[in-house]
C-alpha cells in the first residue's frame, strides 16, 4: 500500500482542524504563575479563542501553558498568540507538548463533535431544506411504515438537545375521539415531562429524518400516549446511500496529517459515492474534524484507489465511535471512476455503468420499456443506428454522457441516461423500465423505479461541475405528477426546485410552405439587442430558469461552450434571431442543436420563443418567421426535425406553421443542492409504495 498516487487537482488549502463550541467554564488557559486566565470559547486540535478573564489583560501568552480539560485534565502546550483580535479576544494557536496529551485533546473534542451532531438545532441551521406534508393521510401513513412497519424508536427532544428517552410506537389508535400513537417507553425516564406543553420528537426515515411537535397526552407506567401530529417535516437528506463493503478484510489506509510516518489501517465500516467510515479511538488514533488527509487508500475489485481526504464527522454506533471521511479529490480519472464502480455495486447491485461494450444490452432496455413505439415514425427506422452510433462515441466519455443499466435475473430490465446541456447543466432522459416487469405488480414497478432513480442521482452528484438538471417530461402521465409535482409542493425552496408546464411541438425540417411575407423582418444580433433580450429575461425568468438554462449574460450565445464541446466532438450550439416589425423588435428565437441520436426524441435540438413585446408570442406572422428561420439553421446542421417549446396560450399561432402538438410537457429544474431532498423524498415514497402498493399518496 505504500505506491504513490498520481498528481491531484489544485488543493485548497482549509483550517486543519474544525472548532468545537466550549460550554461556559468548560475549558480555560492556565498561564505560568497557576492562575486561570483565559476563558476558552471554542477549540480545534491546534488552535482556540477565548476571552480574558476580569483584570487579566495583557499579560504574555507566548511559549508553555497550561490547557485545562473539564474533568481535571491539564495538558502541555506552546501557545503562538494571532494578533488582530478585538479588545479582550483572544486568539492563538498553539502544538501539544506530548502525544499522550494529544490523545486526551483529541478524545475530548470527539466526544463534543458526537454531542453537537445530536442537537437538533444545530442541525436544522445545516439542514434548511426540508420536505413538508400536512395531508393526515400521508402523515399516518409515514409514521405507520417507519416506526411500526419498520421498528424504528421515536426520539424526544427538549430545547433543540436530544433527552435519553426512546419511545417504541406499538400501534395507531383512536381513543375518545383523538388519534394518538400508543407509544412504550424504551429506555429513559419522563419525569416531568408529561406535564409540558407541545415538545419535538424525531425518527429516522429511510434516507433522512422525520421530526414532528406534539403532546403527551397519557401516561400510565410505561405506556405512552402522543398525540397523532397534524405535519411532518422530512429533512437531514443524505447525498448517497451507506452501504458495508462486501466481505472481510477491506481496509482503509491513512496517512496521519501530523504523524506523516504513521499510516492508519483500520477495517471499513461504510461505502458511499463520495467517503467512507471507520471505527476509530481518538486517544489512539488523534483525528479531529475537520483534518485534511493527504493520502487515503482502498483496494477495491477494480485496483487501488488513493484520493485526498477531509474528515467530515464522528458519530456512536452500537457502542464504537465511527470516523466519516468525505473523499475530496480522486488520484486520476481512472482511480475515480473505480471508486464510483465500487460504491454503485454496494448501495445498487442491481445497477451497472454503461459503457461502450454494453449497448446492445442498453438498446435491449428500451426496447423491452417500449420508448422506441414513442418515437416519430420519421425517424425510427434509422433509431437503432443513430443510438448505437452516437453512444459509441460518448458512452466512454463520462464527462459529456453517462447510462445506467439496471438488471434483473441476468438481463436488462431498466435504463437511465444523463448528458451535458449547458454548462454545469446536465439532462437526465431515456428513464425506462421493462413493460413486463412493471405489469406484474405495483411493488415491482416500485422497487425498480427506486432502484433506477436512486442510482441516477447518485451518479449525477458525482459529476464534477454539475450544478443543475434539468428535465423534459410528459405532463400526461400521473407517475412524473408523482415524481415531480408532489415533491415541489412539499420542497421549502423554490428558489432551488421549480416545475414549469409547456407544450410540446415537433416540425419537420423541410416544410413546402414557410413564411414568405415582408411584414416581419429577421435580424441577428447585436449589441442593442442582446442587452433587450436580457432585460427581457430577468423580468421573465427566475434566477434558477437563466442560470439552468444558460440564459444568463456571460453564457447566452454558448460561444465558450460551444467550442469546448466541438473539440470533444459533441455538437452543442444555440443561435439567437430577432423578429422586427416596422423597426420594432418585438420577439426573439433561440435555436439549439445536439448530438444526434443521443437522445432518441431529439430534445437537443429545442427552439424556443422569447417575446420582447407584449403578445408577439401570439403574433401567427411572427411565429411563422422564426420557425422558417430555424428550419434554415436546422437544414444546414442535416437535422430532419426539431422540437418547438412553447407555453400552453401560445398555441394558437403555431397553426399552420408544419408543426403537431406531441404532448403538453413539463420542465423541471433542480440545483445541485436540492438533488438530496429529491433522493430522500423519491426512496422514502417508494419504499413505503413497495410494501403496500395500495398507501394513499395524497
Known amino acids: 500500500m505504500d505506491e504513490e498516487a498520481s498528481q491531484y487537482p489544485a488543493w485548497v ?98 466526544e463534543g463533535f458526537v454531542e453537537q451532531a445530536l442537537r437538533w438545532d444545530d442541525l436544522s441551521k445545516a439542514w434548511p431544506e426540508g420536505l413538508g406534508a400536512s395531508s393526515r393521510d400521508w402523515v399516518r401513513q409515514t409514521i405507520e411504515h417507519f416506526t411500526l412497519r419498520l421498528g424504528r424508536e421515536v426520539r424526544v427532544f427538549a430545547g433543540g438537545t436530544p433527552l435519553p428517552i426512546l419511545l417504541r410506537v406499538k400501534e395507531l389508535a383512536t381513543i375518545a375521539g383523538r388519534q394518538v400513537l400508543v407509544c412504550r417507553l424504551r429506555d429513559g425516564a419522563l419525569h416531568g415531562l408529561a406535564n409540558c406543553g407541545e415538545m419535538t420528537f424525531g425518527f429516522a426515515g429511510g434516507h433522512s429524518v422525520y421530526m414532528f411537535q406534539s403532546s403527551f397526552w397519557q401516561v400510565e407506567g410505561d405506556e405512552v400516549l402522543l398525540l397523532m401530529p397534524g405535519r411532518l417535516r422530512q429533512t437531514a437528506f443524505r447525498r448517497s446511500r451507506r ?69 467530515r464527522s464522528f458519530s456512536r454506533r452500537e457502542g ?38 454494453s449497448l446492445k444490452d442498453a438498446w435491449q432496455a428500451l426496447e423491452a420499456s417500449r420508448f422506441v413505439e414513442e418515437i416519430t415514425p420519421r425517424l425510427r427506422p434509422r433509431a437503432r443506428t443513430r443510438f448505437m452510433d452516437a453512444w459509441r462515441r460518448f458512452a466512454d466519455k463520462p464527462e459529456l454522457s453517462r447510462y445506467l443499466l439496471l438488471v434483473e435475473a441476468g438481463r436488462p430490465a431498466g435504463i437511465v441516461a444523463a448528458s451535458l446541456l449547458y454548462p454545469g447543466t446536465w439532462m437526465p432522459h431515456h428513464f425506462g423500465l421493462d413493460a413486463e416487469l412493471r405489469s406484474k405488480s405495483k411493488s415491482v414497478l416500485f422497487a425498480l423505479a427506486r432502484e433506477n432513480l436512486s442510482g441516477l442521482i447518485e451518479l449525477l452528484l458525482t459529476i464534477e461541475g454539475m450544478e443543475h438538471c434539468v428535465f423534459f417530461v410528459d405532463a400526461n402521465k400521473e407517475w412524473n405528477e408523482l415524481l415531480f409535482g408532489k415533491f415541489i409542493r412539499r420542497y421549502s425552496s423554490t428558489a432551488r426546485a421549480r416545475l414549469d408546464p409547456n407544450e410540446v411541438w415537433k416540425g419537420p425540417v423541410a416544410w413546402p410552405d414557410p413564411y414568405l411575407g415582408t411584414r416581419v423582418q429577421i435580424l441577428d444580433p447585436n449589441p442593442s439587442l442582446m442587452g433587450m433580450l436580457r432585460r427581457r429575461l430577468v423580468q421573465s425568468c427566475s434566477a434558477l430558469e437563466r442560470e439552468a438554462l444558460a440564459l444568463t449574460p456571460e453564457r447566452m450565445m454558448l460561444e465558450d461552450f460551444s467550442r469546448k464541446c466541438q473539440d470533444k466532438g459533441y455538437a452543442r450550439k444555440r443561435w439567437i434571431h430577432f423578429a422586427q416589425i416596422r423597426g420594432r423588435p418585438v420577439a426573439a428565437l433561440m435555436a439549439e442543436i445536439g448530438p444526434e441520436g443521443l437522445n432518441l426524441f431529439g430534445l437537443f435540438d429545442q427552439v424556443r420563443l422569447v417575446s420582447l413585446r407584449a403578445g408577439a408570442e401570439r403574433d401567427h406572422d411572427v411565429v411563422g418567421a422564426l420557425l422558417a428561420e430555424a428550419r434554415r439553421h436546422y437544414a444546414r446542421q442535416g437535422k430532419q426535425e426539431f422540437v418547438f417549446l412553447q407555453k400552453p396560450d401560445q398555441m394558437a399561432a403555431v397553426e399552420g406553421w408544419g408543426v403537431r402538438r406531441v404532448a403538453g410537457g413539463l420542465r423541471f429544474m433542480i440545483h445541485r443542492s436540492a438533488l438530496p431532498a429529491w433522493k430522500a423524498y423519491i426512496e422514502d415514497l417508494m419504499l413505503m409504495l413497495e410494501s403496500k402498493p395500495s398507501v394513499v399518496l395524497w
Open 13 to 110: 488549502d482549509r483550517r486543519r482542524s474544525a472548532r468545537l463550541l466550549v460550554a461556559k467554564d468548560g475549558v480555560h488557559v492556565k498561564i505560568r504563575g497557576g492562575r486561570r486566565r483565559i476563558r476558552v470559547r471554542d477549540l480545534s486540535a491546534d488552535g482556540l479563542r477565548g476571552v480574558w478573564l476580569p483584570g487579566t489583560e495583557g499579560e504574555d501568552l507566548q511559549g508553555r501553558q497550561r490547557l485545562l480539560l473539564p474533568a481535571g485534565s491539564e495538558l502541555g502546550i506552546v501557545l503562538r498568540p494571532v494578533t488582530g483580535e478585538d479588545a479582550g479576544l483572544v486568539r492563538a494557536s498553539f502544538q501539544i507538548e506530548n502525544r499522550d496529551d494529544y490523545g486526551e485533546l483529541s478524545h475530548f473534542l470527539a
Open 243 to 311: 452501504s458495508a463493503p462486501l466481505g472481510d478484510g477491506v481496509e482503509v489506509w491513512i496517512r496521519h496529517p501530523r504523524f506523516l510516518r504513521h499510516w492508519l489501517r483500520r477495517p471499513l465500516q461504510d461505502v458511499s459515492s463520495r467517503g467512507l467510515s471507520f471505527s476509530i479511538v481518538p486517544r489512539r488514533d488523534l483525528l479531529a474534524v475537520g483534518e485534511c488527509l493527504d493520502r487515503v487508500r482502498v483496494k477495491t475489485p477494480w485496483g487501488l484507489v488513493s484520493a485526498r481526504g477531509l474528515v
Open 320 to 357: 464504537a465511535l465511527l470516523c466519516g471521511l468525505e473523499l475530496t479529490a480522486f488520484g486520476s480519472d481512472v482511480q475515480a471512476a473505480r471508486w464510483e464502480r465500487y460504491a454503485l455495486q454496494l448501495s445498487h447491485p442491481k445497477l451497472r455503468i454503461g459503457t461502450r461494450a
